[in-house]
Nanobody, 126 residues
């Protein structure tokens, strides 16, 4: 069984930065970050495949968000810079395990992920 625990959410002014962390226990080979704002669909924003170190980003966060892994701490971070009010959402990390060839077809699709954390709120004020 895989367990995921997020931390690092909070409130920040537009233009600021936040760093989210996801500590994962269990056997997975990729982790993704998703977000959902009130009244909007869930959006995959970033994902990392551990075996290949491949990373993927949604167009909406490309160049502003960075996903990284700390192997020693079994932790995956999401560094978020240049935040805007559009980034306000509940952020959740998720994990899964499958062949890379399958994963890379849609690395930001929620259906690829089996395990989900409870989420951490990010609020950006303008």
């Amino acid at each position: 069984q895989v367990q995921l625990v997020e931390s690092g959410g909070g409130s920040v002014q537009a233009g600021g930065s936040l760093r989210l962390s996801c500590v994962a226990s269990g056997d997975t080979n990729y982790v993704g970050w998703f977000r959902q704002a009130p009244g909007k669909e869930r959006e995959g924003v970033a994902s990392m495949h551990f075996g290949t170190a491949s990373t993927y980003y949604a167009d909406s966060v490309e160049g502003r968000f960075t996903i990284s892994q700390d192997n020693a701490k079994n932790k995956v971070d999401l560094q978020m810079n240049s935040l805007t009010s559009e980034d306000t959402a509940m952020y959740s990390c998720a994990a899964g395990r499958s062949l890379f060839t399958l994963y890379r077809r849609a690395p930001l699709a929620a259906i690829r992920y089996t395990y989900w954390g409870r989420g951490t709120q990010v609020t950006v004020s303008s």
